[in-house]
T-cell receptor
């Protein structure tokens, strides 16, 4: 069974730009969660989507948004990029939004 | 929300059992304990979870004390590839579903 796939693996952007990251969950999983990992703050919960609806949201500004498609694939968008947005962005999927969640290897975003 | 406390780091000789402790003294009766690990440059990997009975799978064993205030993850025969950061997590209930709140975890170093 294929795992969670995130694309691209690496991305370099400049301040003020916007970026879209993609996540394909494990087949049959309907819940997709996004996390941000930085050396200073560790792993932090961004939001969770289930059946194309955002069900839960962490404490991040509105520049961070996402969506989920009917096939459960999800995208995350960050607008007006700031230097502090440099991080590893991780996607995790689960059957219903309860555990266990299975993670992809992330997209490493660097802001110049 | 139940918080977890783990030692910052541990060492283990290759081939020996690695026993990783976790305190979760404020856990409630229906909250599970989950263990994940993260190897450098990869996403977190689900290991095992339990409620009150001891659990075992192909990766590890989980021993939960009778009062459920602490648990121990056991890797029976540690290898160099088990070197990673290990996270003990009690998922936080949200409006719907749960979120994983990662602490700093325990850095396990396995040496030959």
């Amino acid at each position: 069974k294929a795992g969670v796939t995130q694309t691209p693996r690496y991305l370099i952007k400049t301040r003020g730009q916007q970026v879209t990251l993609s996540c394909s969950p494990i087949s049959g999983h309907r819940s997709v969660s996004w996390y941000q990992q930085t050396p200073g703050q560790g792993l932090q919960f961004l939001f969770e989507y289930f059946s194309e609806t955002q069900r839960n949201k962490g404490n991040f500004p509105g520049r961070f948004s996402g969506r989920q498609f009917s096939n459960s694939r999800s995208e995350m968008n960050v607008s007006t990029l700031e230097l502090g947005d440099s991080a590893l962005y991780l996607c995790a999927s689960s059957l219903q939004g309860y555990q266990p969640q299975h993670f992809g290897d992330g997209t490493r975003l660097s802001i110049l | 929300d139940a918080k977890t406390t783990q030692p910052t780091s541990m060492d283990c000789a290759e081939g020996r059992a690695a026993n990783l402790p976790c305190n979760h003294s404020t856990i409630s009766g229906n909250e599970y304990v989950y263990w994940y690990r993260q190897i450098h440059s990869q996403g977190p990997q689900y290991i095992i979870h339990g409620l009150k009975n001891n659990e075992t799978n192909e990766m590890a064993s989980l021993i939960i004390t009778e009062d459920r205030k602490s648990s121990t993850l056991i890797l029976p025969h540690a290898t160099l590839r088990d070197t990673a950061v290990y996270y003990c997590i009690v998922p936080v209930p949200l409006q719907a579903g749960t979120a994983l709140i990662f602490g700093k975890g325990t850095t396990l170093s396995v040496s030959s």
